[in-house]
């Protein structure tokens, strides 16, 4: 700690207290590295403040001794964006201890909380009230609502309900300089000037610490409908998203899509699972309708299942008869992140793209690996209703660092380049992070560059908020 500012500690130690403080190497560790060990670094100090005053007081302290600051919820993150540098100097500001659900207006369908509460227990508290809160990702006992602004994190249900950015209303967020920004507002309309809500959420700590949210609760389903397909291609289950949604509407709340050899990994790793349909298919699809109506909605999924098999968009169906049933189907496609984790190194990308051209991309882009390396892994799922894709290659557990990083380099290249040519993203969900920040230095157009550094440049003038991140 000797290249720290000499009152730093103290200082700290009298804004949040010695339960507020985590000094000892082995207590921090757990802040120093991310969930998949992918990133490691050290931190000088582990901060946790215990409400936005304490939080207030740190980052006021930490903008006057030019202290970079590493904000951190769940520490579930993919892109490395939590994790401090190498260097020793950055403090790690942990969310943890703001962990209350300050009100539930069930009223006007809002539910207003601290940023380190994790998602599952805002989904719990929104049930207790006959509401829903439908943001869900297979890290939801893990991830804090303030992770999931900050990356504006996306999930399985974003094709009915939005990512997250479309489920806060309002924010608190204390900002470099210690100052308050009280945006709490519980409001579907306020045209009161610029849309500093929209400015924070997405901006992976390099702006700001959010402190708490209002966010937007839903009628609360009561039914659920379920089923697996098999299809020869993408095209065939691009149409089979069109048709459902013309026959479901807004019933269609997840389209999750696998390949063959992403179901796989499951099947190979996890004796329990079973696969779903007999055959041999290219393509399967997870699909799940739900109603706040319980009438009906298993019908309506197996009539326009029977009309896609009749007009050959699909090659087979097997509907969920039970709770039981669907859970097994959803342990799949939850599954997919780890079997692949455990099956060897992942160079991942996320990508999104429009959905009319998602099945261009994937001729393509399969052509292009398997031409420049042949017999190439390519694992692809991802949530294909929302045009976004988790295109990965995967590469053997023995495979050195040199040749993964080189390995990563060609393949970004490969599936960055044809999803700049198709007007996608090279980030969809995950966030940049340090995973994809050079990536974003690569493809975002100078102007677009320009904007954000000059945003960054007047929140976080003394460049203390996540360096090395995003941007
Ligand atoms: P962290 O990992 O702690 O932080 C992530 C970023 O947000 C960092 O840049 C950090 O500095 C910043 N940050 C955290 N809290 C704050 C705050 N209060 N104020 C300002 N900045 C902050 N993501 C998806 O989008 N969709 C998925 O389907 C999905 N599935 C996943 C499945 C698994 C098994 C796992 C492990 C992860 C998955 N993720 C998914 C990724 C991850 O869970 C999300 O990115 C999540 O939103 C991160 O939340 P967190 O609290 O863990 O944030
Ligand atoms: C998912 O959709 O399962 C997550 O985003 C996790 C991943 O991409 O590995
Ligand atoms: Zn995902």
């Given at each position: 700690m000797s290249n720290l500012h000499p009152q730093l500690l103290q200082r700290l130690h009298?804004?949040?207290?010695?339960?507020?403080?985590v000094l000892d190497d082995a207590a921090k560790?757990?802040?120093?590295s991310d969930w998949l060990r992918k990133w490691n670094g050290r931190s000088s100090i582990v901060v946790r403040p215990a409400d936005t005053a304490q939080t207030a007081a740190v980052m006021g302290i930490c903008h006057d001794t030019h202290t970079p600051v590493v904000t951190q919820g769940g520490n579930t993150g993919m892109s490395g964006g939590a994790t401090p540098d190498a260097s020793g100097a950055q403090v790690v500001l942990s969310t943890q201890r703001l962990n209350r659900i300050r009100s539930v207006d069930p009223l006007n369908n809002t539910l207003t909380c601290e940023a380190g509460v994790l998602l599952a227990h805002i989904q719990a508290a929104a049930q207790e009230v006959d509401r829903f809160f439908p943001l869900s990702l297979g890290s939801e006992g893990s991830c804090t609502i303030g992770g999931n602004l900050a990356t504006n994190a996306g999930g399985i249900a974003v094709l009915r309900y939005g990512n997250a950015r479309e489920l806060a209303l309002g924010l608190e967020v204390v900002l470099p300089d210690g100052r308050v920004w009280h945006g709490l507002r519980a409001l579907r309309k306020d045209n009161t000037g610029y849309d500093l809500r929209d400015l924070f959420i997405g901006s992976e700590g390099t702006l700001g610490v959010i402190?708490?949210?209002?966010?937007?609760?839903?009628?609360?389903?009561?039914?659920?409908?379920?089923?697996?397909?098999?299809?020869?291609?993408?095209?065939a289950l691009v149409q089979l998203l069109a048709r459902l949604r013309a026959d479901c509407g807004e019933r269609l709340v997840a389209f999750e899509m696998l390949s063959a050899p992403s179901l796989a990994l499951i099947l190979e790793q996890v004796s329990e699972v079973r696969a779903p349909l007999a055959g041999e298919h290219?393509?399967?699809?997870?699909?799940?309708?739900?109603?706040?109506q319980g009438e009906g909605l298993a019908a309506l999924l197996e009539r326009s299942l029977e009309a896609a098999l009749e007009n050959a968009c699909v090659q087979d169906v097997a509907l969920s008869v039970s709770g039981a049933q669907t859970q097994a189907l959803w342990k799949i496609r939850e599954g997919i992140s780890q079997a692949q984790m455990r099956a060897g190194k992942a160079v991942k990308h996320d990508i999104a793209l429009p959905i009319s051209a998602l099945a261009a991309f994937v001729q393509q882009a399969?052509?292009?690996?398997q031409a420049a390396q042949p017999g190439v892994r390519i694992i692809n799922f991802g949530h294909l209703g929302d045009g976004n894709l988790h295109y990965n290659?995967?590469?053997?557990?023995?495979?050195?660092?040199?040749?993964?990083?080189?390995?990563?380099?060609?393949?970004n290249r490969i599936v960055h380049d044809l999803v700049a040519e198709?007007?996608?993203?090279?980030?969809?969900?995950?966030?940049?992070?340090?995973?994809?920040?050079?990536?974003?230095?690569h493809y975002k157009s100078e102007v677009e560059f320009d904007l954000m550094m000059r945003v960054k440049?007047?929140?976080?003038?003394?460049q203390i908020m996540n360096p090395g991140k995003l941007i």
């Open positions: 009298a804004a949040v207290g010695a339960a507020g403080l560790a757990p802040y120093e402190t708490a949210a209002v966010l937007k609760l839903s009628p609360r389903p009561v039914a659920r409908a379920t089923a697996w397909v098999g299809a020869r291609d993408i095209a290219a393509f399967h699809a997870l699909i799940e309708l739900a109603d706040t399969d052509a292009a690996l290659v995967l590469l053997p557990r023995d495979t050195p660092p040199e040749a993964l990083a080189a390995a990563t380099a060609r393949f198709a007007q996608g993203s090279i980030s969809a969900e995950h966030g940049v992070g340090q995973l994809r920040r050079d990536e974003l230095r440049q007047s929140l976080d003038p003394n």
